[in-house]
């Protein structure tokens, strides 16, 4: 069986080029304020390039860069300023905080109509009740990527390794709502391998380099790998890889994303969605 490597790169850069568009149209540019705190250097790469992209796409970028040491109180208040700015449609707090900080109270503080992570309680109810919300980036792209590949999603049965509030939790209820059968598998679960054989979709967000093998995908599989980790060679250089074994499963798998080039680049391009989404409900034009 040959593998068709789904290609999340091209999908979001025309994607962006979509974006960017709509966007040329608008009277008043969209707005997404990063808030950065601390100086870990893969969020540091991370924020430059959200920057850069939001840039591209013609919107306005406004970047929040806080030292380690800041309060609790302190990134609080500048929460509450973007909320009230009327040039920010979107906010986005760069995690993981450092360790004194409380990641939840801050992501409560946000405005759940410029919460563009989709992280707030209220987004997350929203999309648990199959209401119009922002829905997290990561599941958001995955969900785009799994509609162009595969069509129709309704009947099949998905299974998604990891439960966390980033991933595992909204991409089931994104499946959920296109009809498919969803199993969500985790630490605790027993005879992990069976359970991920018997998936037409495999979703591996646990986090965890090369955890699924390859005889762990039902022949004919379409799979989506989310874990970005990385791994020194033996020649010293560190490269990125996902949660599956990209060479056993080739061969196995009918589609699968690569790490890189898969689902990392829809992240940002629906990071941009959302904001545009965000904008256009605040100027009373619907979604986008």
Request: a neutral charge; proline letters at 5%.
């Amino acid at each position: 069986m040959e593998t068709r490597i789904i290609d999340g790169k091209a999908f979001a850069a025309a994607m962006t080029a979509r974006i960017a568009a709509e966007v040329a149209t608008m009277d008043v540019k969209p707005g997404l304020a990063v808030v950065l705190v601390g100086d870990d250097p893969a969020s540091a790469v991370y924020v430059r390039m959200k920057g850069r992209t939001t840039l591209a796409a013609g919107m306005d970028s406004f970047t929040h860069k806080l030292p380690a040491a800041t309060m609790q109180t302190e990134l609080i208040a500048l929460v509450r300023t973007l909320n009230a700015d009327p040039a920010v449609d979107g906010i986005l707090v760069q995690l993981p905080l450092p360790a004194h900080l409380d990641a939840a109270a801050v992501i409560a503080a946000i405005d759940p109509d410029k919460d563009v992570d989709g992280l707030t309680v209220v987004n997350a109810g929203r999309l648990a009740a199959g209401l119009p919300g922002l829905v997290p980036c990561t599941p958001l792209g995955c969900s785009l990527l799994l509609r162009d590949a595969l069509g129709e999603l309704a009947g099949r049965h998905a299974v998604v390794i990891g439960r966390s509030n980033l991933v595992g939790r909204p991409m089931a209820q994104l499946l959920l709502a296109a009809d498919c059968t969803v199993t969500i598998a985790h630490s605790r679960s027993r005879d992990l391998p069976e359970i991920c054989r018997q998936a037409d979709i495999l979703i591996a967000a646990a986090g965890r380099a090369e955890l699924v093998r390859g005889d762990w995908i039902r022949r004919g599989a379409t799979v989506i790998d989310v874990g970005t980790n990385r791994r020194v060679g033996a020649d010293g250089k560190s490269r990125l890889i996902g949660d599956v074994a990209f060479d056993e499963a080739l061969g196995r798998a009918g589609m699968i994303t690569p790490v890189p080039g898969g689902v990392g680049p829809m992240t940002i391009a629906c990071l941009l969605r959302n904001t545009l989404t965000a904008a256009r409900l605040r100027a009373g034009l619907g979604g986008s």
